[in-house]
């Protein structure tokens, strides 16, 4: 079973619209902790944003935040006023132990 | 504060020949974790080094193999190259538990 499931495989926005990524998970384990990687084309995984399993407040990093819904196992990831240099592949991953668990990705275009 | 470094930046190789990847963790992390990354597809684990020893190994043959030195860079081996390991490979290192900061990746392609 997948562990790691993101749904959307491309996304088409708006420039300074907000955007919204999906992302649903599944664990057994009850510590465990969420993170969303940006990857442009270049191949870097950028780190954007964590939520640990026990927080309380969903995460928020600039334009970036974590809709961290614990009883629909669901960590969206919201851009707010999306940019042209948001357009990238996006990584859902479950931390569980040591090792991180990625999704599939989705590619999102932003539209000038 | 210099971030994760990987070399090289590419690299192309016969099946059968070896290789070996290096990585040098941001300042201050002390674990590094490698992945592979296949076209198309999320990174996947291979294994993790802290304190010199592989801490936890993904579903990866033998012929991937990793070391960590006392600096805390590490280098990941590949033997006997398959066609099937040509990929972008990513090294991250974190303080023990937290947040995996990635490097730029090498990409292996294997003729």
Redesign the interface.
């Known amino acids: 079973a997948q562990k790691i499931t993101q749904t959307q495989p491309g996304m088409f926005v708006q420039e300074k619209e907000a955007v919204t990524l999906d992302c649903t998970y599944d664990t057994s384990d009850p510590s465990y902790g969420l993170f969303w990687y940006k990857q442009p084309s270049s191949g870097e995984m950028i780190f954007l944003i964590y939520q640990g399993s026990y927080d309380q407040q969903n995460a928020t990093e600039g334009r970036y935040s974590l809709n961290f819904q614990k009883a629909r196992k669901s960590a969206n990831l919201v851009i707010s006023a999306s940019q042209l240099g948001d357009s990238a592949m996006y990584f859902c991953a479950m931390r569980e132990g040591v090792k991180l668990t990625f999704g599939t990705g989705t590619r999102l275009t932003i539209i000038p | 504060d210099a971030g994760v470094t990987q070399s090289p930046t590419h690299l192309i190789k016969t099946r059968g020949q070896q290789v070996t990847l290096r990585c040098s963790p941001k300042s201050g992390h002390d ?1 590094v ?1 490698w ?1 592979q990354q296949a076209l198309g ?5 291979i294994f ?1 080094y ?1 304190e010199e020893e592989e ?2 190994r ?1 579903n990866f043959p033998d012929r991937f193999s990793g070391h960590q030195f006392p600096n805390y860079s590490s280098e990941l081996n590949v033997n006997a190259l398959l066609l099937g390991d040509s990929a ?1 490979y ?1 090294c ?1 290192s974190s303080l023990r ?1 937290g ?7 090498t ?1 292996l392609t294997v003729l």
Do not use: E, K, V
């Open positions: 674990t974790s992945y597809q999320g990174p996947q684990f993790q802290y801490r936890q993904g972008l990513l991250a538990l947040s995996q900061f990635f490097g730029p990746g990409r």
